[in-house]
């Protein structure tokens, strides 16, 4: 392990989530801000903006079960209700009620749970009280999984899986990000390693799981970013292969909310490629709300 994640990993935490670890980050002092990150890739995502927004947030952030640092079991069945309930529990053992979301990729889909059991009067857990997505398909009719995701969850995903390897990984890595924001090769290295720890590169094809879920409960999500009142914003890069600008268009088109934003000549990793005009947009988002500091 390089010596950026020995640092990372040695300012975090872990809390037994059912058995498995997993590792979070807490930091800041302020309303809460739970940060999820999303595939294949960990809390370590937000290493652009924690410096900037624990000024003004509690920021929290934890790796999935099967990411990062935290536990990967090898024959476990993986769900986006389980990752929510997780972050819900992380949230309970640190006293906190109510928080705002940050959430990216297929984290906008643990985000929609959240926001769909909010939607539940009888609802007790810590609950959402906004939230600010990026590069999402928020709706079924817009996901677009590359071709590495359709292998993975296909009849052969354990063969790609076992042949899979760093040097594919970051052909596959460099190819969502904008061209003229790639990440070098120790960027990509450090990826790489997150992902192998706990053999975590063995279980890609049990990681894609969001894919199979979005096909039983999209519409439950996308009623839940429709229906929700909470405020809710959407973000993400003009060049980004999967939610550019053609699916902006769309979304906007469909979506009952209209805070959505494009960033010119970003890709996939606003928070990565332009994290300052992303912690713009944020406090910009969250500056309006009345919102409430964490004990």
């Known amino acids: 392990m390089n010596r950026v994640l020995e640092q990372w990993k040695k300012q975090g935490h872990f809390f037994n989530f059912n058995g498995p670890q997993i590792f979070y980050r807490d930091e800041g002092k302020g309303a809460p801000l739970i940060c999820i990150h999303g595939f294949p890739t960990s809390s370590w995502d937000w290493r652009y903006l924690i410096p900037e927004l624990q000024k003004k947030f509690r920021i929290i952030t934890l790796d999935m079960l099967g990411f990062g640092f935290s536990d990967k079991p090898q024959k476990h069945h ?16 640190l006293g906190i009620s109510e928080y705002h979301i940050l959430a990216h990729d297929f984290g906008t889909i643990v985000a929609q749970e959240l926001l769909s059991r909010a939607l539940n009067p009888a ?36 063969l790609i899986s076992k042949l899979f390897n760093e040097k594919k990984f970051a052909q596959s890595f460099n190819r969502v990000f904008s061209e003229q924001k790639q990440p070098d090769s120790n960027t990509l290295n450090t990826y790489w390693q997150l992902l192998c720890t706990n053999r975590g590169n063995k279980i890609l094809h049990k990681l894609n799981f969001f894919l199979k879920d979005r096909k039983v409960h999209g519409k439950r999500w996308s009623d839940a970013w429709q229906s929700s009142t909470l405020p ?22 469909i979506s009952q909310k209209k805070d959505i934003t494009n960033l010119a000549g970003v890709g996939h990793f606003p928070h990565i490629e332009e994290p ?19 004990a």
């Open 276 to 294: 300052e005009a992303v912690a713009q947009h944020l406090i910009g988002f969250l500056a309006p709300l009345k919102i409430k500091q964490s």
């Open 78 to 93: 993986y769900s986006i209700a389980e990752q929510a309930d997780i972050h819900e529990a992380l949230l309970s053992l």
């Open 123 to 158: 609802h007790i857990k810590p609950k959402p009280l906004s939230l600010f997505a990026m590069s999402g398909s928020i709706f079924p009719e817009l996901s677009k999984p590359r071709l590495i995701q359709k292998l993975l969850t296909s009849n052969v995903g354990v």
């Open 232 to 253: 809710v914003c959407y973000l993400s890069g003009s060049e980004d292969p999967m939610y550019g600008e053609d699916t902006l268009i769309k979304l906007k088109e």
